[in-house]
């Protein structure tokens, strides 16, 4: 007997000895009350199988007894899980009763191989009463328990204590299991089944986000649960809502909008939803939600966010009370509101998406975001200040400082502006007026100043600031008092000082052959960030990254990073956007902050594009393994520019179209020049009548680049450009109907047609005026617009790329899923194109043809940490040539290893990148130990790409007795005879290898087929096959070794000639 059955025997016994004792005292009974009443003699604890419950009750009159119990889980709330009443009838003896409780087995036993998915009970409770007949009966069915209840002549309940489903016996056997089952059930009886993680907390963002103030944010989307129940509970709530919204802000500047965002919630119809957090101009909070009634309603603080603090803001949100609190600084001081609305708030998370910052309807807070978390389910308790504590990284970077230090440093430099201007006031005073007093200086000489009095532009420089100071009495003098009418604001007039500061950097290290120059010119750069021209902090950022001239120290890394991105440096966003894409130097991998900042450059690309200008330049993919295109670079006093001026000349439309081009964008070397581009375009367009001139010279005319506007001639040569079926013209007319005349017809039956023609702006433009409402026969549909712009972004266009990555972003409700990963592709690269991006890459290009080694090492730095494949390609590759003694030996590995590393992580990897990091796991450096299996899975790749080297790489590795997996022969396509053996193996990827295309691959691929060829002979066959192959195999070295000079001497003879 088991303690339990014990001890329910012992119950069972004090139940009937209390029975014995009411009918001994039979005649107590009568002297009860004679109302109604009822009670349980010996109630369980817990649920328990088939339990005799025994019941004390009198009625005063004819009535129903009711017994039931009833429990609450995590899907519902009191449902009746037993039920039992009988009749009562009036008199003067109460009555005792046994009712034996039969609990559903799903709450009394555990699983086992019959019963399956015991149910968790929250409570349980057991009740009885008395209902009179009448009230019973009235009573619909569904509401006789419940309603009855209430309405009792006499009542009693008793809790019980749930059991959890692993704590309850197992159910008494009815059948027997066979033994095989009995096995396999007890394989698994004690395992404890778990429930999917929930998003219950979800976290906004992990890091710190650096925001410009623009229309660019963090896209957080909020998915329903995955657990019925809890899915359930969360629509339930939506009407009375519990969550916290929780952040940390660095605020730089109140808003100089209406309101600048930092935390809005869009539903699908692209409206405010609950919760919307905006800063207004006067630092105070203006919180919005939308309440049940669909109605929006707004408050805002009584308190304003300091600014230059980290501050911890929660947002407390309980039914229809709203508790705003901000904890700022190092003195941790306290803010607080709290509203109370008309009505409870609406609050669905999973109705559209949550933006952390701006978004195209709403500017962004000039700010850095820190750590920001959103629990779904519950209010937060109140915190003591005392843990309020900075999380990581914040606590590593001391932003306030450095504001603090920034701010004098301009202050004393304004103040020796205002100096140097009085200096020069003085002098020009003195030399167009001399008054008596100076004359009898001159004259008598026995007038001196003392010694020690002097004027403040005569304090000597401190060292730190001698050239910032000297630059800045240059500009003074040359243009005196002007300086405030060429510059009109102090902002602008120390921008350009911080501009010339980073230039002469530029040059200094042009004219330097070694890094070690970079470590004493590093203050000019802070000095030239900290004035305003911040492309200087994105430099610092990568030269602390990388140790280029520096000590690598990644803190100050992310510091002066995140101060260029948060400036809107374009270098800087893509740097930031390419670490959170693959998590790389300590960045965590978010998509969502990835895409914020990508997006942000991507913006600036189709604009920067609409308007070229010297300080930009085409983006070229060169590769500096790539001797013809290395070849191609010119100048505009070089060999190839000066023929193509000729060709030109002649009438050649190819060389004028060639020209146009490389003018007009800034192309293989040459400089930006629009003047120049025009005059091209203008002699190609109206006197050849090529149709390619005539476009390009009236998309110059239509927006008046270079040349004044002209709309009606440039429509003429349009049409012309159009009647011979070119298609860019055909679009640029749509352009011009849609724009100038605004119809909207006929625009769009142009885009229609060059569309048809795979024209790849003509359905930007029909994505476009569609999302507007204003495509003729068709209305306003997203799903419609996004396909556009798919097709769009698929034809290579950048502004589709754009409009494209902002669909998958958020997705289309009901019809595209939102995919941050692809929207991260499409944006990055946009961003690619950049201008600034290729101005970089042309100077890194111009050093490394002019042997200026650390310029291009700088340069190619700067492009690489952007996450430009090619430019990582390039910084490996540059890293490998550079003289000994450049850079320290740990550097000059780390760098081939790290950028040729990230070079291969594209879609479409570089294959000599591939074989190169193939090498570098063969062997390992330093650090990095070998890793024979990914040294397969590099030369693998670039086999697969069919290159020689591939093939050959993995040749070599078989010769050294490294076991090639049965995946990578199944991915090279080896058929069964091929893999028979080593040798069979080897002939087969030498044989490939030897059949490649490629000149220089022929000969020692051949040569290493034959090596193998005879070692398999000598192996494999008799003495006499091996004497006799001899001949044969001499043979056929001298047909191979003959047959490659034949290929080369081919080559030769049909390379083309250079011009």
Not at 40 to 57: A, H, R, V
Not at 812 to 818: D, E, L, S, Y
Not at 857 to 883: D, K, R
Not at 952 to 967: I, W
């Amino acid at each position: 007997m088991t303690w339990k059955s014990y001890l329910k025997c012992v119950i069972y016994s004090l139940y009937l000895c209390k029975l014995a004792l009411c009918e001994r005292e039979r005649i107590s009974l009568h002297n009860l009350p004679k109302s109604d009443f009822i009670e349980f003699l010996n109630p369980p604890d817990e649920p328990e199988d088939g339990y005799p419950l025994g019941i004390l009750y009198h009625c005063s009159q004819e009535a129903i007894v009711n017994v039931e119990v009833i429990a609450s889980t995590e899907q519902k709330t009191a449902v009746s899980v037993f039920k039992k009443r009988w009749m009562c009838t009036s008199g003067s003896a109460a009555k005792v009763r046994e009712v034996q409780i039969d609990f559903p087995d799903q709450i009394v036993f555990r699983d086992d191989y019959f019963l399956k998915h015991s149910v968790l009970v929250l409570s349980i409770m057991l009740r009885a009463w008395i209902a009179d007949v009448s009230s019973e009966e009235s009573l619909p069915s569904a509401d006789a328990g419940g309603g009855s209840y209430m309405q009792g002549l006499a009542k009693t309940f008793h809790i019980l204590q749930p059991v959890t489903p692993f704590s309850r016996p197992l159910r008494p056997p009815k059948q027997t299991l066979r033994w095989d089952h009995e096995i396999l059930w007890k394989l698994q009886e004690n395992t404890i089944p778990q429930c999917r993680v929930e998003e219950e907390t979800v976290h906004f963002l992990k890091f710190i986000f650096a925001s410009s103030g623009e229309r660019f944010g963090i896209i957080k989307k909020v998915s329903p649960y995955s657990y019925g129940p809890l899915e359930r509970t969360r629509q339930r709530s939506t009407n009375f809502p519990r969550s916290t919204f929780s952040a940390w802000l660095y605020l730089l500047s109140y808003c100089e909008s209406t309101y600048c965002s930092i935390l809005h919630h869009l539903d699908w119809s692209k409206n405010y939803s609950t919760p919307v957090l905006h800063v207004i101009d006067t630092g105070a909070l203006h919180v919005q939600v939308e309440l049940v009634s669909k109605r929006a309603e707004a408050f805002r603080t009584t308190f304003t966010i300091p600014l230059h603090q980290w501050c911890l803001l929660n947002l407390d949100l309980r039914g229809k009370e709203m508790n705003v609190t901000v904890v700022c600084g190092s003195k941790k001081t306290m803010f607080n509101t709290v509203h109370t609305f008309e009505e409870a708030v609406l609050l669905d998370d999973t109705d559209g998406h949550f933006v952390l910052g701006g978004s195209p309807f709403v500017l962004g807070a000039k700010a850095f975001f820190g750590p920001a978390v959103f629990y779904r389910n519950r209010k937060l308790p109140p915190f003591q200040i005392s843990d309020v504590i900075p999380p990581d990284p914040i606590d590593r970077l001391n932003l306030s400082d450095w504001f603090d230090k920034c701010y004098a440093f301009r202050r004393d430099v304004l103040l020796k502006k205002q100096a140097y201007q009085y200096q020069t006031s003085q002098r020009l005073r003195q030399k167009a007026c001399p008054n008596l007093f100076s004359n009898y200086v001159k004259e008598y000489n026995n007038v001196t100043l003392h010694k020690f009095q002097c004027f403040p532009w005569d304090a000597p420089f401190p060292r730190r600031r001698a050239t910032v100071y000297r630059l800045l009495q240059e500009m003074i003098r040359r243009l005196g008092n002007n300086i405030n009418i060429a510059y009109q604001t102090d902002d602008k007039m120390l921008e350009f000082l911080g501009k010339t500061l980073y230039k002469r950097f530029e040059r200094q290290l042009k004219h330097s052959e070694s890094l070690s120059h970079i470590r004493v010119l590093l203050p000019q750069l802070l000095q030239a960030g900290c004035l305003g021209f911040h492309r200087a902090f994105y430099l610092v950022s990568v030269l602390y990254q990388t140790g280029l001239g520096a000590l690598m120290k990644p803190e100050k890394a992310l510091h002066f990073g995140l101060l260029a991105a948060q400036k809107d440096d374009h270098l800087a966003l893509m740097r930031l956007g390419h670490k959170h894409y693959l998590g790389v130097d300590e960045f965590p991998t978010d998509y969502d902050v990835a895409y914020a900042y990508y997006a942000n450059i991507a913006e600036q690309t189709t604009v920067d594009r609409q308007d070229p200008s010297p300080e930009q330049a085409f983006v070229e993919s060169i590769r500096l393994t790539d001797e013809k295109a290395l070849k191609e670079q010119t100048k505009e006093n070089d060999d190839l520019f000066l023929w193509l001026k000729f060709q030109a000349k002649k009438g050649v439309a190819e060389a004028q179209q060639a020209l146009g081009r490389m003018l007009f964008w800034g192309q293989q070397g040459v400089t930006h020049n629009l003047q120049a581009a025009v005059k091209f375009y203008e002699k190609g367009a109206m006197k050849l009548q090529d149709p390619t001139m005539m476009y390009d010279y009236a998309v110059v005319l239509l927006k008046g680049q270079g040349v004044p506007q002209d709309i009606p001639k440039a429509v003429e040569l349009l049409e012309k450009a159009a009647e011979q079926d070119f298609v860019p013209a055909i679009n640029a007319l749509g352009w011009y109907y849609e724009t100038y005349k605004k119809d909207y017809k006929r625009a769009v039956e142009y885009w229609e047609k060059a569309d048809e023609m795979e024209n790849a702006e003509a359905p930007l433009n029909l994505g476009v005026i569609c999302s507007l409402g204003l495509y003729p026969g068709k209305p306003k549909d997203d799903f419609i617009v996004y396909s556009y712009y798919w097709k769009s972004a698929h034809r290579g266009h950048i502004d589709g790329a754009v409009r494209l990555a902002e669909y998958w972003s958020t997705g289309v409700h009901g019809k595209v899923a939102r995919v941050p990963l692809y929207a991260i592709v499409w944006a990055k690269w946009a961003s690619e194109q950049n201008g600034y991006l290729g101005a970089v890459l042309r100077r890194a290009l111009n050093a490394y043809l002019e042997h200026s080694w650390p310029e291009a090492l700088v340069n190619y730095a700067m492009a690489a940490e952007t996450g430009f494949e090619v430019s990582q390609f390039n910084m490996a590759y540059l890293c490998e040539q550079i003289p000994e003694g450049l850079v320290s030996r740990h550097m000059h590995t780390s760098c081939i290893w790290k950028y040729y590393n990230l070079s291969t992580h594209v879609e479409y990897p570089n294959t000599y990148a591939l074989v190169k990091m193939g090498d570098l796991f063969y062997y390992g450096q330093h650090e990095k130990k070998r890793d024979l299996g990914s040294a397969v899975a590099m030369y693998k790749a670039a086999a697969l790409k069919n290159d020689p080297q591939g093939y050959y790489s993995l040749g070599f590795l078989v010769q050294e007795g490294v076991s090639l997996p049965l995946s990578t022969l199944n991915e090279l396509g080896l058929e069964s005879d091929a893999r028979r053996n080593n040798y069979t193996i080897l002939m087969e990827l030498y044989r490939r290898c030897r059949d490649n295309e490629e000149e220089e691959s022929y000969l020692v691929c051949s040569l290493a087929l034959l090596n193998v060829q005879l070692k398999y002979i000598w192996i494999h066959h008799s003495a006499t096959l091996k004497y006799s192959g001899a001949i044969g195999i001499a043979l056929i070295s001298t047909m191979t070794v003959l047959t490659a000079l034949g290929r080369f001497r081919n080559g030769v003879l049909n390379f083309p000639q250079s011009v």
